[in-house]
């Protein structure tokens, strides 16, 4: 699960438009999401408040086998709505899950607002302090956007150091979990450590700059996306006044460009693809990096292939889209480290995700096999519900003017269901036509002409499950549980890590987390 400032940074990209997918640093993160994923090994309760949508307040105890704290504050210059008081937080948005991600854009530049002749919008930040109870070490993060294609990270940890030399030092279970701040844990003697990173993302290849004071390490980062087409930003998320008006007028554009390409049998996005393969989009890159402490360097290769998500609406004759896929391939010359991961959605609710690593050297292997099994009942939001049922009211009180009400009335749910495609697909999932579909849309030849009004119905509604259960066994036949779920409006994180060969501690960690969002 994540923890509740990973979350808000996350939002904060997003309503800011930066892609963070499009780094190397981030090219394992599909199979990652299914095989290294943390297991709370104590009791973990964290509470989080937002008493604005710009400002939000954090806190984390630790029960278990000692107590441990934390109390954070978050700022940032633009709204974050998906995290606003009056709003629920998307189950799915809040656990690290298998996505494939649509293919990078070039980020858009912040709209222009003026005052007296001058620009006045400003620049869009973040900034995010943590005080650990009773260690009383502080850790920070400030972020902030520099140009529309650059972003500059500076992230510190503060220790004061102990009055008297600890025998077992204990490492709270809620900081191993993914955090924002970055500067890491410092080295043993060391008091502190500051980190800067400068990010720079152009769509077509993207940059990280790094800098560690601990240790004086310098680190460069490079990721290459092949095939990249260069596509429009004006339907990228807008932070600035204006940024609706904008938006709508680029995605109204984008919609009869799109319907003008179909007309004449061909999408404008479409590329040759051959029958039974895998359509996609391949990435490549690098690392160097060099400790002046340590007086080492290291470095590092990968490649990535993608499978590109579906876009509706679909060309007439196209073939069935490929399943969301994602294949990765990392080398290390120096240790002579090979790794190879594939990850893909087999179907609506569960993914697989399969890593193999070699030693070229030594000949040493591992083997690790995971996935997620999203249970439960499917359901909706009950905003997204209201907005859907109001909807579809009004269009049947539009249609029943033109075509009548009298003939939906008498075919009663068959009405219902021609009004609401989706819930029509949804209803016929199990049906003789059920191994053509894609994440619940019908890829049959007579339903090609509902796709539009499919998507538009799709977007007003959040489907979800009530939990997911992820599962490892690695080459060590030590094998991972953890079960995610919601339960009103707490997120609770049950996991359990065994070891099948040994018969004296067979249970290797077990804990409990909660998080609670008021």
Known sequence: MLSFSTLLLRSYYAATGWNEDNLYSNITRSSSALLDFPIPDSLVLQLAKAPTDVFFTSYALDALPQLNGSVSYITTSVPVRELAPDTSVRFRD???RFRVFPPPRRPAPKDEIWHGGRRVEGRDYLLYSRLHLPTLHLTGLATARIAPTLQAHLA???QPAPSRPLSAPHSPSHRRAPSADGAGTPAQGSAGNLHLSLTQDTGRWSGEYTYSAADGMVGLRGLYNFGWQGASTGTGAGTG?????GTGVAAGEEVQSRARAIREGKRIDEEDMMDGGLRGRFSAGGEVYFSAKQRSFGISTGLRFTTTPLVLPLSPGAPAPSPPTTLTLLYNPLIGFLSTSYSAQVS????????????????ESDLAIGGEWWIGQWRRDEAQARSASESDAVTSGRGSGSRGSGADSANGDE??????????RRERQDGPDADRRFDGVSLRADDRDEVPVARATEERMRDERDGVLKARLSGNWSIALLYESRIRNCLVSIGVIADLLSRQKPVRALGLEVQYYS
């Open 94 to 96: 809040v656990v690290e």
């Open 156 to 158: 510190f940890i503060n």
């Open 241 to 245: 006044g204006g940024a609706g008006a």
């Open 348 to 363: 609506r609710s569960l993914a697989l995700s399969s890593r193999f690593g070699v030693n070229v050297y030594s000949y």
């Open 415 to 424: 009405g219902g269901a021609r009004r609401n495609p989706v819930w029509a």
